[in-house]
């Protein structure tokens, strides 16, 4: 389990195709901290990292992962939200993030707004159905507010740490993006239509 804050901002080191899937070599300043086998949060999607060497982790991603998130087009070089799995001591500063990605999103808007930037992305509707004013939404691996929503689109307001400390602080209309939501609402949705 994660809390969508992000530890670190890492990069895309080296990636490996094959028939099988991909093998993404990521460097981090966070390797220190990660074992093989241990659970990491690449842009929302949780990876087992298979071997660790100096300031870089490897990890596998298999073809149904590729089908179904933005890493299917991630590119050497692309900066990745990176976070470890939570500990039983730790704070619990975001929201319950499984890692499973419910869907992609495509960045529609990007408007300054103070110091502050608001983003908004138009997401599938069997994610916006879960989508509400005020509720919680992982954007490749950041647990964030909804500021606002319509019938296709939400939006959210990034401050300047997350600007900063996130791959978010450089996207632009047209970047895709994974997309979770709360996994409460799946919960409370399948209870009351049983």
Do not use: W
């Not at 087992?48 to 890493?71: C, H, K, P, W, Y």
């Amino acid at each position: 389990m994660f809390t969508g804050l992000v530890a670190d901002l890492g990069e895309i080191v080296e990636i490996e195709h094959s028939p099988d899937g991909v093998r993404l070599h990521v460097a981090t300043q966070l390797s220190p901290q990660i074992g093989e086998g241990d659970s990491v949060s690449v842009n929302g999607v949780c990876l087992t990292a298979t071997a660790i060497s100096g300031s870089r982790f490897s990890t596998d991603v298999m073809n149904e992962t590729l089908r179904l998130t933005s890493l299917a087009e991630i590119a050497e070089g692309a900066p990745v939200n990176l976070e470890l799995a939570m500990s039983a001591t730790d704070r619990f500063g975001g929201h319950i993030v499984q890692g499973h990605v419910d869907g992609v999103g495509r960045i529609t808007g990007v408007t300054p707004d103070g110091f502050s930037s608001r983003v908004t992305i138009a997401a599938p509707e069997q994610v916006m159905r879960y989508i509400v004013h005020k509720g919680s939404i992982t954007v490749d691996g950041i647990s964030l507010t909804v500021a606002e929503t319509d019938d296709r689109s939400f939006t959210v307001s990034l401050i300047p740490e997350t600007l900063e400390r996130t791959n978010l602080g450089a996207a632009e209309p047209g970047t895709t993006v994974n997309l979770e939501v709360d996994v409460v609402a799946k919960y409370v949705e399948r209870l009351i239509n049983r």
